[in-house]
């Protein structure tokens, strides 16, 4: 009986699914590639009473190449990216006209997988001073909080923004993704990856859970199978991600309790939701485009003096990556 029960395991191990593959990225040294990335980050704030929402815009436009200089084992390669100088346009906001900033070139290592995952990174550019609004989510951030009104909890609902706005915008995950799965998987397959945590639970949470702690957002990918796109055929993946959370009890988790007894916040919310589809090499599994969309939303109502108060932010990101054409040499 039990050789029989091993036999029967043993076959059932054995047995594969015809229709699944292995989704693994192939290196060789000596291979460059050229990319364009956009990224487009539209954003409408609400401070105070006011009930107009006080549009803004960027676009970061960046340019680098990738070379593969070097294959270790398991199908793991080191990789040198080559950042041109990068553009970000501002545009209108307030009494601040459109305008253009320039970033320094980056020279940056790799250690990669062939899941697409950085095993290890070396920022080889010599060090600068950095300017003052060299990253548009940490400098919005700032800004609503300080415009926003005074106050420890108002200056964290600024770190929290600055935190969505980074998210819908796609960190790291148009340059380097899609994640892929460590197991053979077939048309209609997802699997998981970590994009960040956000502060707060999930809403619906039974209260007597919630504290000082932070939730996990997720990005679900799946396997398309084989596309055409323009003509030609690719192994196209999508990936998602989405989370509405209640943010009070982190916002005001640290402070005294007679400050939390009397603060005025009275609801405060967050809502992030994106959506990505990667088209892939079919022979070396290289991206040669990749879209997203995303939006975001934060909430902070308030009661002032008896007077009802909302702080808002409205976010809507975009972004394309598209392989180049390398110059002739």
């Known amino acids: 009986m039990v050789f029989l029960t091993a036999a029967w395991?043993?076959?059932s191990i054995c047995v594969q699914d015809p229709d699944a593959v292995l989704l693994r990225r192939q290196f060789r040294v000596g291979d460059v590639e050229k990319f364009v990335l956009v990224k487009e980050l539209d954003s409408e704030v609400q401070r105070g009473n006011l009930l107009s929402?006080?549009?803004?815009?960027?676009?970061?436009?960046?340019?680098?190449?990738?070379?593969t200089t070097g294959l270790q084992g398991a199908g793991t390669a080191d990789l040198r990216l080559d950042y041109e100088k990068t553009k970000v346009h501002y545009g209108q906001f307030l009494?601040?006209?459109?305008?253009?900033?320039?970033?320094d070139p980056e020279f940056i290592v790799l250690f990669f997988s062939p899941t697409n995952e950085i095993l290890k990174i070396y920022d080889m550019t010599p060090p600068k001073k950095k300017t003052p609004k060299s990253d548009p989510g940490d400098e919005e951030g700032g800004l609503y909080a300080s415009r926003a009104g005074t106050g420890e909890a108002q200056a964290r609902g600024g770190d929290f923004l600055s935190q969505v706005q980074r998210m819908v915008s796609f960190p790291g995950l148009m340059d380097f993704g899609p994640k892929l799965p460590y197991r053979k998987v077939k048309v209609g397959d997802t699997w998981h990856s970590t994009l960040d945590f956000l502060p707060g639970m999930a809403v619906g949470t039974?209260?007597?859970?919630?504290?000082?702690?932070?939730?996990?957002?997720?990005?679900?990918?799946?396997?398309?199978?084989?596309?055409?796109?323009?003509?030609?055929?690719?192994?196209?993946?999508?990936?998602?991600?989405?989370?509405?959370?209640?943010?009070?009890?982190?916002?005001?988790?640290?402070?005294p309790i007679q400050i939390r007894m009397r603060?005025?916040?009275?609801?405060?919310?967050?809502?992030v939701k994106g959506e990505m589809n990667f088209f892939l090499d079919p022979q070396t599994l290289k991206t040669n485009y990749a879209e997203a969309n995303s939006t975001g939303d934060v909430q902070?109502?308030?009661?002032?003096?008896?007077?009802?108060?909302?702080?808002?932010?409205?976010?809507?990101?975009?972004?394309?990556?598209?392989?180049?054409?390398?110059?002739?040499?």
């Open 53 to 67: 929402w006080i549009p803004n815009k960027w676009t970061v436009t960046q340019r680098y190449t990738m070379k």
């Open 95 to 103: 009494d601040e006209g459109p305008h253009d900033d320039f970033e």
């Open 263 to 271: 603060s005025p916040i009275t609801k405060a919310t967050i809502e």
């Open 300 to 329: 902070i109502d308030t009661t002032e003096a008896f007077t009802p108060i909302r702080l808002g932010m409205k976010l809507k990101g975009s972004a394309t990556l598209k392989a180049e054409p390398l110059s002739p040499k």
């Open 9 to 11: 395991l043993l076959s």
């Open 206 to 255: 039974d209260p007597s859970r919630r504290g000082n702690k932070s939730t996990r957002v997720d990005i679900t990918y799946r396997y398309d199978g084989i596309k055409e796109r323009n003509g030609k055929k690719f192994v196209q993946i999508n990936g998602s991600f989405g989370a509405k959370l209640d943010l009070k009890t982190p916002l005001l988790a640290d402070l």
